[in-house]
């Protein structure tokens, strides 16, 4: 199917300028963003497209046409992107316009490159590319891939793309902000209810945080490449290896480090989320939400419901650490819960891998000074039944 063909599709898409329209209209609206690949390769005789953004660190996301989709999901859901030749030294013209990949590749690296691979497995290659660096580090990619069978883009399909290239790389540019901003207003949201919080890259960079956030300096501070880490050096252990658990564990992965008093200041629990799907989207690519909840000591009983959401214990685990703080031994504790001793002790231990403790007495005085929640944190019932 040649470009005629194809712009046939495109309803409402006749002209240059409505070509340029969609592109602007995407800004808004990213499910447009597909259609808009579609019209300009169209125009430029390719057979598929992307939009893409490099972050620093982890695997490429993209908005594909159909044709590539699937292969991509592939690629970026392996290893493959981790080692691909047209990432090693892409050249500098590719920042200013669309450059055909195989002009600055040889035929060996073509040939042992990974992208080539997955777009020969749907019949496509020839692949033209812009990047467009993003004051945030990242960096955003538009790419049109030609059938095999046709050859290389001509100058002519080139010069078509760089035509729309200055619209494209300000839409994506502006795109990408509004996804930041998105992630602003999402952890903002959390402002409302005290929760100081900041969401974490793939690459463990601070993408956002809350004005919330400033209240917890002498719990969690910046650290060096836009970090962060914790005040105290012997939870900041603890801290970077959960982060560097849930990345590699993704939304398996959930922990809290609960932080006690210090000089007058209440104890806190620092939370980490990890980031699933479509929130994503919401939270400008983020891996991880960090989430702040602070705790005041005016009253020493902490409800088993509250314990089950700051510290990821189960019902079981909650009442028995409950029963704790209000002064129970191990052994009335049990005895109250309908457990076992020997139950109560397995309890017991994993209620110490959660909080980060390592005796009952250490147990009982943290909980002690958590009495009741600042934030309005949504409270979990415990059922009785529940292990």
């Not at 620093?56 to 046409?65: D, F, L, Q, S």
């Not at 991509?72 to 493959?80: H, N, T, W």
């Not at 590719?94 to 749907?122: C, T």
């Not at 209440?266 to 939400?289: E, K, R, S």
Request: glycine share 8%; with cysteine; aromatic share 6%.
């Amino acid at each position: 199917m040649d470009g005629l063909e194809r712009q046939s599709t495109f309803r409402g898409v006749d002209t240059e300028t409505d070509v340029v329209g969609l592109i602007y209209e995407a800004t808004f609206i990213p499910e447009l963003w597909p259609s808009v690949l579609e019209a300009v390769n169209a125009r430029a005789g390719a057979a598929s497209g992307a939009l893409l953004l490099f972050t620093p660190e982890g695997p490429p996301r993209a908005i594909t046409t159909a044709l590539t989709r699937e292969a991509f999901e592939r690629f970026s859901g392996g290893d493959d992107w981790k080692d691909n030749e047209r990432a090693k030294s892409p050249p500098l013209d590719m920042n200013f316009g669309f450059v055909r990949v195989n002009d600055y590749l040889s035929e060996e690296q073509i040939a042992r490159d990974n992208v080539e691979r997955a777009l020969r497995s749907v019949g496509v290659g020839w692949q033209a590319q812009t990047l467009v660096p993003l004051p945030t580090g990242e960096m955003i990619g538009f790419s049109a891939e030609r059938w095999l069978n046709q050859g290389p883009h001509s100058e002519d399909n080139v010069a078509v793309l760089n035509g729309f290239r200055p619209h494209l790389a300000k839409a994506g540019m502006i795109a990408a902000r509004l996804r930041l901003e998105r992630a602003q207003a999402a952890i903002s949201a959390l402002e409302a209810v005290g929760m100081p919080s900041a969401v974490i890259g793939a690459d463990g960079r601070v993408l956002a945080t809350n004005l919330s956030f400033e209240d917890v300096s002498s719990v969690l501070r910046p650290a060096a490449f836009g970090r962060l880490s914790m005040v105290d050096p012997s939870v900041d252990l603890q801290f970077q290896a959960a982060l560097a658990e849930q990345r590699h564990q993704g939304v398996s992965s959930v922990g809290s480090i609960p932080i006690r008093s210090r000089n007058g200041e209440p104890p806190v629990v620092v939370h980490i989320l990890p980031v699933a799907g479509a929130v994503h989207d919401i939270l400008f690519g983020g891996q991880t939400l960090i989430v702040v909840s602070a705790l005041d000591s005016r009253n020493a009983r902490l409800p088993p419901g509250v314990l089950h959401c700051l510290f990821d214990l189960s019902p079981a685990e909650a009442k028995l650490a409950a029963a704790l703080a209000e002064g129970k031994s191990l052994v009335d504790a049990a005895t109250a819960g309908g457990i076992t001793i020997k139950t109560a002790r397995t309890y017991l231990d994993r209620v110490f891998a959660k909080t980060g403790v390592h005796r009952q007495a250490e147990l009982v005085a943290l909980l002690a000074s958590a009495s009741s929640v600042k934030t309005r944190m949504p409270l979990v019932s415990v059922d009785a039944g529940d292990a």
